[in-house]
């Protein structure tokens, strides 16, 4: 299991250094899923948009060619985000603000708050053990706003179970659910096959919940 003694930091910053991002496994060329629910929540230009183990998405350019200018992105590995930084083409007038922190054991992320957006597309699935879930979901509790909304994207039940060599936990739209609570409403959901840069797929599910309490 990926039990709180193993450096993840050290692992995921090593993932980074050693592998030129487009041959990263979970690369993205456009991150069409994620984009489509984020256009389902309407959302004004400014809304505060939280990128939660953002590594080396092609996301965050394509969220400032869309015109929002207020984002905040985290990973656990300094060096993903200096690659990303560095990647920004996109309104280079827009705020994003980048945060180096651990989603189970947070700190500087616990002054999260007012969240519009909370997306997630492949890093709850590594946090395997309940004090790390519970970590995570208490810090989406305290972050997302009232009418914010959550999108989630892992492994789903019938997807991998291992990782750049570290173990998943695999999901379905329910146990999202029953992590996020009653306060959280799901809109939307869909299952996805997703084609490495190697050729290989992996399968995930997407779901889109809106808080309501």
């Not at 705020?95 to 492949?122: C, G, M, S, Y």
């Amino acid at each position: 299991m990926n039990d709180d003694s193993y450096n993840f930091e050290a692992h995921w910053n090593n993932a980074y250094l050693k592998t030129p991002t487009e041959n990263l496994g979970w690369y993205e060329e456009n991150p069409m899923q994620s984009l489509e629910l984020i256009n389902e929540c309407n959302l004004p230009n400014d809304a505060l948009i939280f990128n939660a183990g953002a590594g080396a998405t092609t996301l965050i350019n394509r969220l400032l060619e869309n015109g929002y200018t207020n984002i905040i992105v985290n990973d656990i590995a300094a060096s993903a985000l200096t690659d990303l930084k560095n990647s920004l083409t996109a309104n280079k007038d827009a705020k994003v603000q980048f945060i180096v922190d651990d989603l189970t054991k947070p700190t500087e992320l616990l002054n999260l708050k007012n969240i519009d957006l909370w997306h997630d597309r492949a890093v709850l699935h590594f946090f395997t053990e309940e004090n790390q879930q519970k970590a995570y979901f208490n810090l989406i509790n305290k972050a997302v706003k009232v009418d914010g909304f959550v999108i989630l994207a892992q492994f789903n039940l019938e997807g991998a179970k291992k990782c750049c060599g570290l173990n998943v936990v695999n999901y379905n739209v329910e146990m999202f659910q029953n992590k996020l609570g009653n306060n959280f409403q799901l809109l939307k959901s869909f299952n996805y096959t997703y084609t490495q840069p190697s050729g290989n797929t992996r399968e995930y599910v997407y779901s889109l919940f809106k808080r309501t309490a």
